[in-house]
């Protein structure tokens, strides 16, 4: 069993903790390293100015995400000693913006690199070729459906009745599969999501991973279903050159016109598809209107 996370903080961290995941508490930890590091002392930050804090943050030569978490840091802290926060939130504005500005730059020189829907759709088709089913089926649905990698942690099975509504899964029939997602990111908002499919390829590519197994998961490590911490390395390692979804998700938004249907398969707001993965259009969010 894993230590504990937690214990491993600086206490002015540690005591501030409440229901955050273990991957949140490690980027915090580390995130305040760097802050002291900069600092160069060992003041507790609610007792160290905000002007100060952000004066500091901001002279460091690190990506806009990165000043982002920091900047979060100091915020969690102030928020639990009840200092005021104001400072920090307008700073939060002014960094997402060099954020987003920061990830176009990187997305105009991915997107340049001539990897296209057609590379991605040849690199699919070659994984059924060479019968290389988990690698067919994960490609299949992030092309059709737009996924996350949480998406793809499901579990295919020929009983209906094994199912639930707390995990994903594909219930695969002779000729059909019901893919149903309750466990992706936008749930919340959007809901249990259901689609059948009738893709003769997809249909076989699973009765191959299932063979005479009722159930079996599709992501594994050998036989064993993998760690969650393995999500994204595992599905990234099964799409082209390893670049993952989202710049599979990125590739499709500047190569389709019909991002009502992607938002749709997705989980999320059209107008935020436009604004944050088409290079040529803007969107303001709080109108929900593309400019």
């Known amino acids: 069993m894993p230590k504990p996370i937690a ?16 991957k949140t508490k490690t980027n915090y930890k580390n995130m305040l390293a760097r802050l002291r590091k900069a600092l160069d002392n060992d003041t507790p930050i609610k007792n160290i100015s905000s002007t100060t804090l952000i004066k500091t943050i901001k002279e460091m030569d690190i990506p806009a995400t990165s000043k982002q978490s920091m900047n979060t840091v100091c915020i969690v802290i102030f928020k639990h000693h009840d200092l005021p926060t104001a400072d920090f939130i307008k700073f939060r504005d002014e960094l ?13 020189v991915f997107l340049s690199s001539g990897v296209t829907l057609k590379t991605l759709t040849q690199f699919m088709n070659d994984a059924y070729t060479n019968e290389e089913w988990a690698k067919f089926v994960v490609n299949y649905l992030l092309l059709t459906f737009q996924t996350r990698n949480e998406d793809l942690d499901l579990q295919i099975t020929t009983n209906s009745k094994a199912t639930d509504s707390i995990h994903n899964w594909i219930v695969l029939k002779k000729a059909s599969a019901t893919y149903i997602r309750n466990n ?3 749930v919340d908002t959007y809901g249990q999501k259901i689609v059948d499919i009738r893709n003769k390829k997809l249909i076989q590519a699973l009765h191959h991973l299932l063979g005479d197994n009722k159930s079996q998961y599709l992501l594994r490590n050998g036989e064993e279903h993998i760690l969650h911490t393995n999500l994204n390395r595992a599905v990234s390692n099964l799409t082209y050159d390893k670049i993952g979804s989202t710049k599979y998700f990125k590739i499709m938004a500047t190569s389709k016109k019909n991002i009502e249907k992607m938002s749709d398969n997705r989980g999320t707001d059209p107008s935020t598809i436009v604004h944050s993965y088409k290079l040529d259009k803007k969107v303001n969010l709080q109108k929900k209107k593309v400019e």
């Open 184 to 186: 992706y990111k936008t």
């Open 7 to 22: 214990k491993e903080m600086p206490a002015e961290l540690e005591e501030v903790f409440t229901d955050q995941s273990d």
């Open 96 to 108: 997402a913006e060099k954020s987003f500005d920061e990830s176009k730059e990187k997305d105009k």
